[in-house]
């Protein structure tokens, strides 16, 4: 039904995560009715930024400066060190304002299924900021899948002997879930973590 450059479009639109096709064929029939105004913009918001924002060089974040102002603020505590998988993740703990620490990026998690092993990843990287000797604590923060705890394994087994205290997020039960709804695993683990009142 579609050729040429609104083809091009919308198989664009469709491969970014979240859209399909029907997705993809709204927004840009959207953009397309608005040419003048938000097509422009976004145009011109993309071009900036693919200019401008670059990979923190320290932590892996997204930023327009290197490095990034997650790391150059000095009220952050610089002896916790927070490792994630993707910025994502560290766009979601820095939602939440409970950390007040620095951040590691790993750039996604151990996969062997998807060919992705430690030499893909930032743990050379990391490693190398643990025997700089500030960080005092690592928190894993990685996702509870066999890929997300494979890599926690990994890392962990990487920092041993390191004068590092090692941490990982909590599992188990979700503010507000009901245990009904919940799967088998995570009312395992929840109650193999359970903690005192």
Request: net charge neutral; glycine share 12%; hydrophobic share 40%.
């Amino acid at each position: 039904m579609f050729d040429g450059p609104l083809d091009t479009l919308i198989r664009q639109l469709a491969s970014l995560p979240g859209l399909g096709g029907r997705s993809a064929k709204r927004i840009a029939l959207h953009l397309l009715s608005a040419k003048g105004t938000k097509l422009d913009s976004l145009i011109k918001a993309l071009t900036e930024a693919s200019k401008s924002i670059n990979t923190c060089g320290t932590c892996g974040n997204l930023d327009s400066s290197d490095p990034c102002r997650v790391c150059r603020d000095p009220s952050r505590d610089k002896t916790i060190l927070c490792v994630i998988a993707g910025v994502a993740d560290l766009w979601a703990v820095e939602r939440t304002g409970a950390f007040r620490g620095q951040y590691h990026v790993l750039g996604g998690v151990l996969s062997a299924l998807d060919g992705v092993g430690p030499d893909q990843l930032t743990i050379n990287e990391l490693l190398q900021r643990l025997r700089g000797g500030e960080v005092k604590e690592v928190v894993i923060a990685l996702s509870a899948t066999v890929d997300g705890q494979s890599t926690a394994h990994y890392l962990m087994d990487h920092m041993d002997g390191m004068n590092v205290h090692v941490t990982r997020l909590a599992h188990g039960v979700p503010i507000g879930g009901a245990l009904e709804f919940l799967d088998d695993g995570t009312i395992a683990t929840a109650m193999k973590s359970r903690a005192s009142l």
